[in-house]
């Protein structure tokens, strides 16, 4: 079955630092790939998605992330840190034909310090 | 256009009572999906309605159960509630994925205790 890693469940970045937030996946086909933000007592909110198409992802916020076949990885990145992005982040994933069933990570929370 | 609603937003009930969660779908999306997401960890899929059945179950045991009516709301049912049953349940609504993908609308989830 398919699955997601998140590594490092607590990331700390100052603002305006690179955000990196990990994410590894395990499937034995292509697989479709997200991330989520989910902000204190809300639901979850789609950042960005790969659907097979280009490799590197660009969605909301500033945020991307990168398809790597070959590291198996979809890490999400911001050149820049705001003090808005804190919150919680999500990798999720689907696999093609499978269904709509999304799986996610155990999440990793984002802190953004002065 | 109305976005995915939830009701209630906090709920406490004891253990081994019933419960139900309610959920609008967005305007258009006949397919909703629960999921359960226990403190610090990621949601966890339960089940998934399409056109008023079943379409879909993660591992959860029977006591779990939904409906979907014909305007495509749904509900979810848990009977026999448990402690760890304790969670935050999101739905989300989307159109049906044909076996690709059509992005899920997630509410903003209804918070369980039960005590």
């Known amino acids: 079955a398919q699955s997601v890693t998140q590594l490092g469940s607590h990331v700390s970045v100052s603002e305006g630092a690179l955000v990196l937030l990990r994410c590894n996946y395990s499937s034995s086909v292509p697989p479709y790939l997200f991330w989520y933000v989910q902000y204190p007592n809300q639901g979850l909110q789609l950042l960005l998605k790969y659907t097979s198409a280009a490799t590197l992802v660009k969605g909301i916020n500033g945020f991307e992330a990168e398809f790597k076949k070959s590291e198996t990885s979809f890490h999400l990145t911001k050149p820049s840190a705001h003090m808005s992005d804190a919150a919680e982040y999500f990798c999720?994933?689907?696999?093609?034909?499978?269904?709509?069933?999304?799986?996610f990570g155990t999440g990793t929370q984002l802190k953004v310090e002065l | 256009e109305t976005g995915v609603t939830q009701s209630p937003t906090h709920l406490i009930k004891t253990r081994g009572q019933q419960v139900t969660l309610r959920c609008s779908s967005q305007?258009?999306?006949?397919?909703v999906s629960w999921y359960q997401q226990a403190l610090g960890q990621g949601p966890q899929f339960i089940f998934q309605?399409?056109?008023?059945?079943?379409?879909g179950r993660g591992n959860f045991p029977p006591r779990f159960s939904g409906l979907q009516f014909p305007n495509y709301s749904s509900e979810l049912n848990v009977n026999a509630l448990e402690l760890d049953d304790s969670a935050l349940y999101l739905c989300?609504?989307?159109?049906?994925?044909?076996?690709?993908?059509?992005?899920?609308?997630f509410g903003p989830g209804t918070r369980l205790t039960v005590l």
């Open positions: 305007s258009g999306h006949n397919t």
């Open positions: 989300a609504s989307s159109l049906p994925s044909g076996g690709g993908y059509n992005e899920q609308f």
């Open positions: 309605y399409y056109r008023e059945e079943e379409n």
């Open positions: 999720a994933v689907i696999n093609t034909g499978g269904g709509n069933k999304l799986t």
